[in-house]
């Protein structure tokens, strides 16, 4: 058995800041870090458009309070106005240590930090390296993880949780090299395991946005919060799905109908294309529908709308925006100097995750905690973002809760003792689990039963949702958990079983996915990014809540948790 003072699953932006904090504190914590991808390309390389933080380089008139209603009115007054306060405030100072640590942002003219306009910000304040943010700060964090003595796992892949007597004990890794099984025991299990995009059919996410930091926690009976709360971008590269960063937006690009009309005038006149997410994929989404979208032969009634940056020029589009260009050529064989790309919504990012207090300790249900366990980035809910996030808030969140969870562990196992763990019980339930995944006789292939669930989830809880739609998502999806079962593995080896990970990822994407539909089945509203048909607007009275979700085996049961609001009274969302 394996020990760490602390163990973090997830190297991405929040778990390598969470780890160099808990190095910072005390250099003496020996802290491990485990992820199934090698930490660099965790998805918060893909990152493109930027980082929040009022630093007011550009807009000397912005400043934390402006930042943080932004924040509160783009999450349809659902965040916890406490942690929007933590998350706005700090921003500046997390800005100009990521720079000591040595992230390369883009500059103004006087050699300051560039910031640049994002939907549903008043103001300019999104720090940025042209389109390749993400990537700027996960390489520097990285690279300081292996300087600090962090000793990384990379290319495991976590299966359980040890979680027994309200306290999280440890970890079961597999080795997806060698198939080699190892517990790992532990003051203190941190989780920072990201989105998952996967469980729809259209994503900007990557492969491993599977939810399985979310499914591990649902199986130990923690429940999940907000689930339903599924941000669609609008501006997916069509028919792809790859992001097209609201950053050409922000640098002045515009939505065209087939009509060619800049279609955002109807439905957010101020804000236009810089309007937050929902609206904006709404925008889209009812464009389409109503017979306004485009074909790949330029007519009217297809499935996309039109990007357009032919105005900005050349220079501007590569300067600000390059590698969006880049995709787009080589993706779909547009050149965005010339024409406009095809673009639609796309499933974004998670609002909802697991529950979490201001500190990073995740709760075991509306009043208490559990000990030993904590979670930050996308995987958690803390909840800033409430139910619609605003582009450039994430990667602030992963950074700013990074750094403030690894503050706490720190001081949380100071004098802790490990606790004990029936070590072969667990490497006997993990075997078993995959020998039987292995063994089993059916003839389901993995893509198969996965590309129907992710369909399934897409038609019947995607954009716009209805009462009717969603129980008839909920009965296939039923089916569908039942057929795993009946999956055959094509590989039987131990040595990079690559087929043997995409089986347990599924497991997660249905539990993940079924928390989300449930939850949204549920919530009679319409509220930031659930937006019900037959609920069309919000409801306060009943609804100013955060959702709980628990999964158990006779399916998913609700609860509801008070949102924190200390600061903005709840208003109607105009733009
Ligand atoms: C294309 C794209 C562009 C974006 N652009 C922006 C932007 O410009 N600004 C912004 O604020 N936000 C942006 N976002 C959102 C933001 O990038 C993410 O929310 C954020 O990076 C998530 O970071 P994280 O540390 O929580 O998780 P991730 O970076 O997703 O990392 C998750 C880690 O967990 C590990 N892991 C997961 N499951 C397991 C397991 N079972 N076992 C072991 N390891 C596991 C993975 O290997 C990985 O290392 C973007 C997202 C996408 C998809």
Redesign the pocket.
């Known amino acids: 058995m394996l020990q760490h003072d602390v163990i973090i ?8 800041r969470a780890a160099l904090e808990i190095k910072k504190k005390n250099p003496n914590f020996d802290v491990g870090l ?4 090698h ?1 660099i ?12 933080a009022s630093l007011k380089n550009v807009d000397p008139e912005d400043n934390w309070e402006a930042h943080a209603f932004d924040t509160v009115k783009g999450s349809d007054y659902l965040a916890d106005q406490d942690a929007v306060e933590i998350l706005t405030k700090e921003a500046p100072d997390v800005i100009i240590e990521l720079e000591h640590l040595g992230v390369l942002f883009s500059r103004l003219e006087d050699g300051r930090i560039a910031q640049r306009a994002f939907g549903g910000h008043s103001h300019k304040r999104t720090c ?1 390296a042209a389109d390749k ?2 990537h700027a700060i ?1 390489h520097e964090l990285v690279n300081n993880l292996r300087r600090n003595g962090v000793t990384i796992y990379d290319e ?4 359980n949780l040890i979680f027994e007597e309200n306290q999280a004990k440890g970890i079961v ?1 597999y080795h997806i090299e060698t198939g080699h099984l190892e517990i790992v025991q532990t003051k203190a299990v941190m989780f ?4 998952y ?1 996967r469980v729809f059919n259209t994503t ?3 492969f ?3 939810g ?2 979310l499914a ?1 926690t649902a199986a130990v009976g923690l429940p999940l919060e907000d689930m339903e709360f599924v941000q669609f971008h609008p501006t997916g590269l069509f028919p792809v799905g ?2 097209i ?3 050409v937006r922000g640098e002045g690009a515009y939505l065209r109908n087939s009509d060619g009309d800049r279609f955002m005038e109807k439905y957010a006149p101020k804000q236009m294309e810089l309007a937050p997410r929902d609206i904006t994929s709404r925008a889209i989404t009812l464009e389409i529908r109503a017979g306004r979208g485009i074909h790949p032969d330029g007519s009217a009634g297809g499935n996309f709308v039109h990007l357009d940056l032919t105005h900005m020029g050349k220079e501007k589009i590569m300067e600000r925006v390059p590698f969006c260009w880049e995709e787009a050529y080589r993706l779909v064989g547009v050149d965005a100097i010339n024409e406009p790309m095809p673009v639609r919504p796309t499933a ?2 998670s609002m909802g995750g697991i529950p979490v207090n201001t500190d990073g300790r995740v709760r075991c249900n509306s009043t208490e905690l559990t000990e030993g366990f904590f979670a ?5 809910c803390v909840s800033v973002h409430g139910a619609n996030r605003l ?8 950074v700013v809760y ?1 750094q403030r969870v690894g503050g706490k562990i720190a001081d949380y196992i100071g004098d802790r003792l490990f606790p004990e763990i029936n070590e072969q019980q667990y490497l006997d339930e993990a075997k078993n689990r995959i020998g039987q995944l292995l063994n089993q006789s059916g003839n389901l292939r993995i893509h198969n039963l996965r590309q129907q669930f992710q369909d399934a989830m897409s038609d019947h809880c995607g954009v716009f949702r209805t009462e009717a739609t969603m129980a008839a998502g909920l009965e296939q999806i039923q089916h569908l958990k039942d057929q795993y079962n009946h999956l055959f593995l094509d590989d039987k080896d131990i040595h990079w079983n690559t087929e043997l990970i995409e089986a ?2 599924l497991q ?1 994407i249905l539990k993940v996915g079924e928390a989300i539909l449930t939850s949204a089945y549920h919530r009679k509203e319409s509220r930031g990014a659930h937006s019900r048909e037959d609920f069309p607007t919000r409801d306060d009275q009943t609804y100013l809540a955060h959702t709980l979700s628990f999964c158990n085996d006779t399916g998913v049961t609700i609860e509801y948790m008070p949102v924190v609001i200390n600061r903005f009274e709840p208003k109607e969302r105009k733009y």
């Open positions: 699953v997830g190297g991405g932006l929040a778990g390598c485990v992820a199934k991808t930490p390309r965790s998805h918060s390389v893909a990152a493109q458009g930027g980082i929040a940025y943010t993400g996960l495991w892949y976590v299966m890794m920072a395991t990201g989105g995009g900007s996410n990557d491993a946005s599977t399985d930091g591990m790859v992001l960063s609201e950053a974004h990012y930050a980035g996308e995987c958690a582009g450039s808030n994430s990667l602030l969140e992963c990074g347990l990822e997660s």
